[in-house]
């Protein structure tokens, strides 16, 4: 599932959201986080497993945002990772995908790198 946040949604329309310019970072999240379109801010997020972490390389093409696969080092927990959530600098929620190759998985300390191809998400 791919979701687009409401606040996020908002931000891009009101041009104060800058893909290609803001810090933009992501966590991964376990299964005990439920998202929701109405979740605002980072706050609302439980069962982070790693981040933040920054987004590189961030552009819009043909309507879709779009950036550089994310290293999320030495990865530990107890539960899957499932989803891929995307923050604003200010804590405001963009995105929520568990569309990743290779979602869910165990965890075992190992460097998880997260791809984005072909796209996060159509704006």
């Given amino acids: 599932m791919r979701l687009r946040y409401d606040a996020g949604r908002e931000a891009f329309g009101q041009a104060r959201l800058n893909w290609p310019q803001d810090d933009i970072v992501a966590y991964l999240v376990s299964d005990a986080y439920r998202p929701r ?43 899957d990772a499932v989803g891929l959530v995307v923050a604003r600098r200010d804590s405001v929620l963009i995105a929520y995908s568990d569309e990743i190759e290779d979602f869910p998985m165990r965890l075992n300390g190992s460097d998880i790198l997260v791809s984005f191809e072909p796209h996060l998400f159509r704006i």
């Fill in 37 to 79: 379109a109405s979740h605002k801010f980072a706050e609302s997020l439980i069962g982070i497993i790693a981040g933040p972490e920054s987004l590189q390389k961030r552009s819009i093409d043909d309507g879709y945002a779009k950036a550089d696969a994310v290293l999320f080092p030495r990865v530990h927990g107890e539960k």
